[in-house]
């Protein structure tokens, strides 16, 4: 086990202490839940799959060796940025130590063959060829996993392989593994492979078929992959994931024993399920109240559906709050239009972030009116000949001739 280190990785504060309020201490919306099982599990997280909310957990942000659920992001990398390619093994990669898909040097691979063998029998050779084969080496490959683990916002992630072969600065947190996995199992692609139970490669010379390591896809009710892996230096580890009744659960579980490791991530998932059910928070189309875009009051709706898990057994109080996107805009807005973010929030964590449209088109602002001094000339001039003095029409008594006082 290594040392804890300070979260770093731009994680933003408030999501952190968001988190650690929702694991420890009363101030958690879920915090009357049932009490999650006595796991042996060093560090551990279960998560709703769908959007990431944490429902339990234990030094999610420890640092600890994920040994083989590297290759989750691997997969992923090599899925959404060489699924195309060729693979060449390079004798580098035949040469791997521990666990093997049996590639031989200089044959050429269809990628999602290789990736495929990869994630069912966590072969290292694969996963430095993959590496190689998308970056041009595995060092850019790093690269690409560690700039991928900080876009996603995973917290204490440092990779150093594309295998998870032990290594001082390459160590996970429970809760990055947990976003990574949650990001990950939104590709179509990334789901069929964790799920597959057994593939082939072209025989070499003999056949090399290749079965799932991940016990749960034959012994767990629901479930739906995702990686396992094991080094001396690690222990066990799994990420492990189960859908029923449209929620999908995914449980992360960090230097576990080799007798605790299925049953741990089996009753956690059940925990999960049995103790927390899909409430819909907020309906599409149901009204936000008004954002103010350009000197206008602006109706808004949520433009779609927010769920989360809420404990069986209370009701917990929704609440968001409005933000306007151009506030200065007096342009007509057509409806359908994206003029706000609505924060949703159950107690202190926010669930989600949406877009909140305005139904009905809302007209231009009038165009100011610009007084200028031109505006003010006439008036004026009115004005001031109304209080000029006038001259008598009336011709002087000296100009007739008359009388005068003298």
Known sequence: MLTRRLVRYGVIATLIATLIAGLVGGSSPFAEAASPPRVSAAAWIVVDGNTGQVLGGHDIFGEFYPASITKIMTAYL???RGWHDTVVVSPQAADQPGSSAYLTAGERLK?????????????????YAVAQTVAGSVAKFV????????AWGAPGIHFANP?????????VTALGMAMIAEHAMRNPIFRRIVATKVSELPPDPSPRVYYNQNQLLYDYPGAVGIKIGYTIEADETIVGAARRHGELLIAVLLHDTPAGLWPDVEHLLTWGFQNFREVT???RGQTLGTVTIGHRRVHVVASRAVEYLEPRGRTLPVRWRLAPLKPDDARPIPAGTVVGR????IGSRTIATIPAINPRRVQALPPPIHWTWGWLVF???????SFWPRKSREPSRLARGGPTNG
């Open 111 to 127: 990628m999602p063959g290789v990736v495929t063998a990869m994630m069912l029998v966590s072969g290292n050779d694969a996963a």
């Open 342 to 345: 609505a924060s949703v929030r």
């Open 78 to 80: 090599a899925i959404t």
């Open 163 to 171: 295998d998870g072969l032990p290594n001082p600065r390459h160590v």
């Open 143 to 150: 690269h690409m996993m560690n700039a991928q683990a900080k």
């Open 281 to 283: 928070a907020i309906r």
């Open 379 to 385: 008036p004026a001039a009115v004005a001031a000949a």
